[in-house]
């Protein structure tokens, strides 16, 4: 609604408003450009006007969507997931990504898997393996290597840590 309006407001020609995204199909006067991006800066809303930078942030949405509010995880494997969301070639995402975020999918994906396996080791509510389980993980062996790859720490310390900073807490 946000980008809706601040559209309208400059009378600025749009196709589709959907998730803050915009097409305007007409090229937008200098003027009424810059004020379309201080407007939006405002809210903490970026222009874009690179696809290449659009196509990234979609890529980002979708991995994003994808480990932290999805259900469950897709069964198949995440390339054909992505390529089919955005109805792209995959090998075309994956270096496009590497080249512009310096990271490859499969590493953004990693990193994303992994806060979600923290934020669900804080809530308390699941095992490891249920954990393991709900993200696809082959073993609870794999996630614990992952998990200690990327954070240096085992689930089991991560999680003791946690603890440790809730008694502190309780005891101001």
Do not use: C
């Not at 095992?127 to 998990?147: C, D, G, P, R």
């Amino acid at each position: 609604m946000l980008v809706k309006s601040e559209l309208e407001k400059l009378r600025l020609d749009y196709k589709v408003v959907d998730l803050g995204e915009a097409i305007i199909p007409d090229k937008i006067p200098d003027k009424k450009y810059e004020a379309l991006k201080a407007a939006l800066q405002k809210w903490g809303l970026e222009l874009m006007d690179d696809k290449r930078s659009m196509l990234i942030e979609k890529i980002k949405n979708v991995i994003i969507e994808m480990v932290h509010y999805a259900d469950e995880l897709p069964r198949t494997n995440y390339s054909a997931y992505i390529s089919d969301k955005l109805d792209q070639d995959y090998t075309y995402l994956a270096n496009l990504f590497s080249e512009v975020v310096g990271t490859t999918i499969e590493h953004f994906i990693i990193g994303h898997k992994i806060e979600k396996v923290k934020e669900l080791l804080v809530y308390d509510e699941m095992s490891l393996t249920e954990i393991a389980e709900k993200l696809h993980y082959s073993s609870v062996a794999h996630l614990s290597n992952q998990f200690k790859k990327v954070t240096g720490l085992t689930p089991s310390h991560f999680k003791k840590l946690k603890n440790k900073r809730r008694v502190a807490l309780e005891n101001v």
